[in-house]
């Protein structure tokens, strides 16, 4: 590859690019498996040389002004665009450039080919992640303790060091530190967790969530109890064995996506609502209605109190679950009107409201039947009756204002509430 400096690192380039041109058609069939081995060793360590070379000739970049050459706002984005990076890679390039000129230790190891840069760029981190008024004496020897640890441990082993190094080299400051670093942690973790579920159009719902670290683990283990029982079983009973004689344990394999994705199927089908918060007056249920003859053994589909449709096989499934109400058309069912017996609606008549109204009656509105209040049309203080008839479902903020003097309401033969403001 030509080139159009005279610098001592554009001539080794260009001898190492003559070198490599040699080996361009050079046949493995005869390399034995001892020298494969010792080579692709090589290999790392020369990639961790050539690394640090390019490193510190990115931080060099920014002092001589590269992104100026084409206008670009940053040396990563000219590196991006110069290299055919995305601008993703370049960013990390960059910031490992950055780390390792501020830790020259690191930056040394590197050049040795004692550290790779993967475990260069953790090491960085973690000392970026350092108390900021640390004494001089101590970041060295953590930097040290690091790069030591490097030599037997890779980059995750490195990650979980590089958070309790100080416990190492300044036990005195290690527990004060850890403890504000982990609220802060937590506070952050608790401020930044998200749950988000969207249909797909085709029967499914996905999402992502992110949540703090202790719920993300204890939704693990939850869904690891659902997904691999037999092997949990199975170790154990391998464990027990082990006192007896010297075989090996069964090993136990993580679950795939696809077993995790069916044990958090399970997981949610298994809740009990009852021990889960209320809303509106009703326990978390889902209401599923089907024809009797569904139930038994027929194939029209079944309806949710959300107004989509599963199969009968499916409703037949779900009909004996904690989740679930099945409400079964032409069935016998539990008694809705009470009079004056009852000052609220009971659960099965809120029921009985969400699979009728479909959720708020309000005309335009869209709220579930979870989201709303039941409402008396005839109001309890003037002698009303808790009637199903009588009784309709509106949100939270319609509820309001029904009950506000300066809305009058009609209800049309839809059973759709239109609310007009008093003049």
């Not at 190492?16 to 040699?22: I, P, V």
């Not at 100026?68 to 990076?85: K, L, Y």
């Not at 004689?245 to 009852?274: I, N, S």
Request: hydrophobic share 40%; with cysteine; charged share 25%.
């Amino acid at each position: 590859m030509a080139t159009t400096a005279a610098h001592p690192i554009n001539g080794a380039l260009a001898r190492m690019h003559s070198l490599l041109d040699q080996l361009a058609e050079t046949s493995l069939w005869s390399m034995s498996q001892s020298a494969t081995a010792e080579a692709l060793v090589d290999f790392s360590q020369l990639e961790a040389r050539v690394t640090e070379l390019k490193s510190r000739t990115l931080a060099h970049a920014e002092t001589v002004a590269v992104a100026e050459t084409n206008a670009s706002p940053s040396v990563a984005v000219w590196h991006s665009n110069a290299t055919r990076s995305t601008k993703r890679e370049s960013f990390r390039q960059v910031r490992l450039a950055e780390g390792l000129d501020r830790y020259d230790l690191v930056r040394e190891a590197l050049g040795r080919g004692d550290v790779i840069a993967e475990q260069a760029s953790v090491i960085c981190t973690a000392l970026d992640e350092l108390p900021d008024d640390l004494d001089a004496g101590v970041l060295e020897q953590a930097t040290k303790a690091l790069v030591a640890y490097a030599e037997v441990h890779d980059a995750k082993a490195l990650r979980v060091l590089g958070r309790r190094i100080l416990e190492v080299v300044a036990p005195e400051v290690a527990e004060a530190w850890e403890a504000e670093q982990l609220a802060k942690e937590e506070h952050e973790a608790e401020k930044s967790a998200v749950f988000r579920m969207r249909e797909d159009g085709h029967g499914r719902i996905k999402g992502s969530f992110t949540v703090p670290l202790l719920a993300g683990q204890m939704l693990e283990r939850a869904l690891l109890a659902f997904a691999a029982p037999k092997h949990q079983i199975a170790n154990r009973a391998a464990a027990d064995e082990g006192e007896h004689d010297e075989q090996a344990p069964v090993p136990v394999r993580r679950p795939t996506a696809q077993r995790l994705g069916a044990a958090f199927v399970e997981l949610v089908e298994r809740l009990d609502p009852h021990d889960l918060p209320k809303a509106g007056g009703v326990n978390a249920t889902v209401v599923v209605t089907m024809t009797l003859d569904s139930l038994k053994d027929g194939l029209v589909a079944a309806t949710l109190d959300t107004g989509d449709r599963i199969s009968a096989a499916t409703a037949r499934r779900l009909a004996c679950e904690a989740g679930v109400v099945p409400v079964v058309l032409g069935g016998k069912s539990q008694p809705l009107d009470v009079g004056r017996a009852k000052r609220y609606f009971t659960p099965g008549q809120r029921i009985a409201m969400g699979i009728r109204d479909g959720g708020c009656t309000a005309r335009g509105c869209d709220a579930p039947p979870a989201m709303c209040h039941a409402h008396h049309d005839d109001p309890w203080s003037c002698h009303g009756h808790t009637d199903l008839d009588r009784g309709r479902l509106l949100c939270p903020y319609h509820h309001r204002r029904i009950h506000d003097p300066a809305y009058e309401t009609d209800v049309g033969a839809d059973n759709q509430v239109s609310f007009h403001r008093r003049t």
